[in-house]
């Protein structure tokens, strides 16, 4: 099976940077991807790495390593809209998303 | 187009009662998915559909059966309901496999008394 791990909560001030670690461990591994939830909202997909490396997209870039079954999620110039919770996702064989339990960002003024 | 819909929004039950949630999706998309989210916690996946007439088992599939007669809609439905059942149901879907951005729906908040 799947598992991930990644922090619980986060707590930063406008305009300050975030990193959001997740390692896993999984079989058949295809890549790792990121969604943002906020509360009572649906996830939404933000990023995918399948490769290792860093891929940027705006103020968030999602960075991988397949050998230390390890990454990252930054969020830059952090805005109070920002707030809510990061959930990482391993593709593995069998067409499926397994989810980590979510990281619940705070941003404060 | 409206993405992914599901219906209804909120639903409360009598334990043994039984129910259909709906998902339907118009982006023409093969894969659907059923998860559920338990306060605090990350998506479970239940059951999957990697295209119509076809369904597979997730993570958490007992409790629950799922059909996908039509491409564009996927069924879950739970025969006897329990207090363990309570929780928030989340439809997917995607373009192809699991490493395809899924889109989700807004969720349907069920309560199981």
């Known amino acids: 099976g799947q598992s991930l791990e990644q922090p619980s909560e986060v707590t930063a001030v406008e305009g300050a940077i975030v990193q959001i670690n997740c390692t896993y461990q999984t079989s058949g591994f295809y890549g790792l991807s990121w969604y943002q939830q906020h509360d009572g909202g649906a996830p939404t997909f933000l990023s995918y790495?399948?490769?290792?490396g860093l891929e940027e997209t705006g103020r968030f870039s999602s960075f991988l390593s397949r050998s230390d079954s390890y990454g990252y999620l930054l969020l830059q110039e952090l805005q109070m809209k920002d707030s809510a919770s990061y959930f990482c996702a391993v593709s593995a064989a069998g067409n499926k998303l397994t989810f980590g339990g979510g990281t619940r960002v705070l941003v404060k003024p | 187009n409206a993405g992914v819909t599901q219906t209804p929004k909120f639903r409360v039950l009598k334990t043994g009662q039984s129910m259909t949630l709906l998902c339907a999706q118009d982006m023409n998309h093969e894969y659907m998915y059923w998860y559920r989210q338990d306060p605090g916690m990350g998506l479970r996946l239940i059951h999957y559909?990697?295209?119509?007439?076809?369904?597979a088992k997730g993570e958490v599939p007992d409790g629950y059966n799922v059909s996908r007669l039509k491409k564009q809609n996927f069924l879950l439905g739970l025969e006897s309901a329990a207090p363990s059942q309570t929780s928030v149901y989340f439809c997917a879907s995607s373009v192809s496999g699991s490493y395809n951005e899924q889109f989700f729906g807004p969720g349907t908040r069920l309560t199981v008394l």
């Open positions: 559909s990697v295209g119509e007439g076809t369904t």
């Open positions: 790495n399948a490769l290792d």
